[in-house]
């Protein structure tokens, strides 16, 4: 799971959007009420998609596991809890459907003040939470945690498919920044553009959580993690002016 910085809705779609909510009231504010408005609600749902879509990175791939392709906009405080909710940007994220339908469903943990103790990576940086060991592909809690521990368990994040594609993904990962490099080493203008490529297409590669992770490992964990070979491919990869610096660009500090 990574950050990804929430962009604003359209002001057409914030209308349409505040509109059925007022129709869900109106209807008596239950889940069955938020529900129905919901399933006919095709063209806010259609402006939600899009500016979520715009959001997700690579092919469009989930927002909570970092893998499949998201096809379904997740309620992410859930209708059954929330109705009122149901037509607010802010409670909209997108999810593939395993991670929506199987994983998380209607769940929606809270502490004892009712703070909600599951990662929104649009509204918080999931660093924070959970950390990914890269040797072994799991997340894990960030100390006392609570909320990483019960986002692990509720999105299914360490789920057999994805622990086996982030331990792939991390070897390609080294790879391909050892062939970008080499590549962005050469001074025509060819390999250039193929380290462009190449960069695009990792920073477009499912798993991209671990990307992200390697580029945040301080130097020397850097060199017992990624390893020596890797170690100056990363470096440049990190530096001002890399994809890297250019793929964070705008975020909040
Ligand atoms: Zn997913």
Known sequence: MIRLPRV???????????????????????????????????????HVR??????ARGAVRCMYCDDSRATDIDHFEPLERAPLRA??????????????SNAKREQYPVDGDGNCLL???????????????????????????????ETIEVFGLNR???????????HRARSNLRDWHQLRKQADHEAAREAARVAQALLDSPFVDVVHVMARLTPAVALIVVGPLTVPALDAWKAEGGPWARWTAGWAP
């Open 8 to 46: 604003p809705v359209p002001e057409q779609a914030r209308d349409l959007l505040a509109r059925r909510t007022r129709n869900v009231e109106e209807a008596g504010g239950t889940s069955r009420a938020a529900r129905t408005e919901w399933e006919r609600a095709h063209a806010p749902k259609k």
């Open 160 to 170: 057999p498919d994805l622990v086996k594609g982030r331990q792939d993904a991390f």
């Open 50 to 55: 899009t500016a979520l879509e715009g959001m």
């Open 119 to 149: 990662v929104d990576p649009t509204a918080e940086d999931p660093a924070d939470h959970l950390r990914l060991l890269l040797h072994t592909g799991e997340y894990a809690a960030v100390a006392d945690s609570a909320k990483g521990e």
């Open 87 to 100: 037509f607010e940007w802010l409670n909209h994220l997108l999810a593939c459907s395993h991670c929506n």
